[in-house]
């Protein structure tokens, strides 16, 4: 009776250690089953699964609309050919690109797994990047811009035309497009980081040692966001001054009502700056933050969509705040523009 009890105690704890690792087993899923050192499946519920693509579907195609009707709208219309609008048109582009890659960007951080192969995880990291930073010299350009508009006035047509802030969204393209060649150049050079006893087979992640990731922070993100908020300041500043002027000249009484105007204009002015800034500042700092910080992959990846959102903000704080956007808006989604010589509408009257 012993030895059977003690068998069966064995068959029990045999049985359940063996159900336990085949459950176990079960559980575990790879990326690529047929290889070793393949890696693993991130796990998530069935409901998880389904509420994160439903959030990334929905984000992409939020960002691709909005910036496709501000695409159309600078291009089709002709009253919105001006030097501004190029670099808002530069922005919806590199943003609508941004929302197009945001489902294989789904798969790279929620499964775990990269089925594209290696060429392709390199291009595609070097155009994610550049896209990111190309948003960024965007709001350098239209900083600039408005810069030179409040507080050189007098040299604004001359300075800024077309043809320049084209050939400087171009310039800007380059400089950024040369920049993170020769990072990746640099970097690959550097056996630290090209040695990893811990990587798998079917992952995509960009490897940069500490002192290159502090360095790239600084050129790509201290010194153009302090660039942004030094001219941003300047710009408050001149309005603010300007408006002392003018209210000290109506004191007797004299177009109080151009008055109230052109204060309601420099609290607007304030509110769309302070958001611009803002919501820029807001989506990209935890996120330079925590790439500075290690194992902490999960947030790492919850930070990078944060960042992603900001593409899809982007069209609301450049386009929405400016009175003209829902009336080509309108055009665009009832199919007017298809109408004759629909490109000359004045877009700028009141009805």
């Not at 811009?145 to 310039?171: E, F, G």
């Not at 629909?342 to 009805?351: A, G, P, V």
């Amino acid at each position: 009776m012993t030895g059977q009890k003690g068998e069966q105690n064995k068959l029990l704890t045999g049985g359940d250690s063996l159900m336990a690792y085949e459950t176990e087993d079960q559980e575990t899923q790879y990326c690529f089953p047929d290889i070793n050192s393949s890696c693993v499946k991130e796990k998530h519920s069935s409901h998880g699964y389904i509420i994160i693509y439903v959030f990334v579907s929905l984000l992409s195609a939020w960002t691709v609309f909005l910036n496709l009707l501000v695409i159309i709208s600078i291009s089709h219309f002709k009253k919105l050919h001006t030097p501004t609008n190029m670099i808002i048109l530069s922005l919806s582009v590199t943003d609508l690109f941004i929302g197009l890659v945001m489902p294989i960007e789904a798969i790279r951080l929620i499964e775990k797994c990269w089925y594209f192969g290696d060429t392709f995880c390199g291009l595609y990291l070097f155009f994610v990047t550049l896209l990111l930073a190309a948003s960024l010299s965007n709001l350098i350009l239209i900083a600039v811009d408005r810069y030179v508009a409040v507080c050189h006035p007098l040299l604004y047509p001359q300075k800024i035309t077309i043809t320049k802030t084209l050939m400087s969204i171009c310039l800007s393209w380059v400089c950024f497009s040369a920049y993170f060649t020769a990072l990746v150049n640099f970097n690959n050079r550097d056996s630290d980081t090209s040695h990893r006893t811990d990587a798998c087979y079917g992952e995509c992640l960009a490897m940069m040692s500490f002192n290159w990731i502090v360095a790239d922070l600084f050129v790509s993100f201290i010194f153009p966001c302090t660039l942004i908020i030094m001219l941003y300041l300047r710009i408050f500043y001149v309005v603010h001054q300007q408006v002392k002027v003018i209210n000290s000249l109506m004191k007797g009484g004299k177009c109080v009502t151009e008055g109230s105007v052109k204060r309601k204009s420099e609290s607007k002015a304030a509110l769309t700056l302070g958001i611009i800034v803002s919501i820029y500042l807001l989506c990209y700092i935890p996120y330079y933050i925590c790439s500075l910080t290690v194992n902490v992959s999960t947030a790492i990846n919850v930070l990078i969509w944060a960042v992603h959102t900001n593409s899809g903000l982007n069209p609301l704080v450049y386009a929405l705040f400016y009175p003209w956007f829902k009336k080509t808006a309108k055009l665009i989604l009832t199919l007017r523009i298809f109408q004759q010589e629909s490109s000359l509408t004045n877009i700028f009257t009141e009805h």
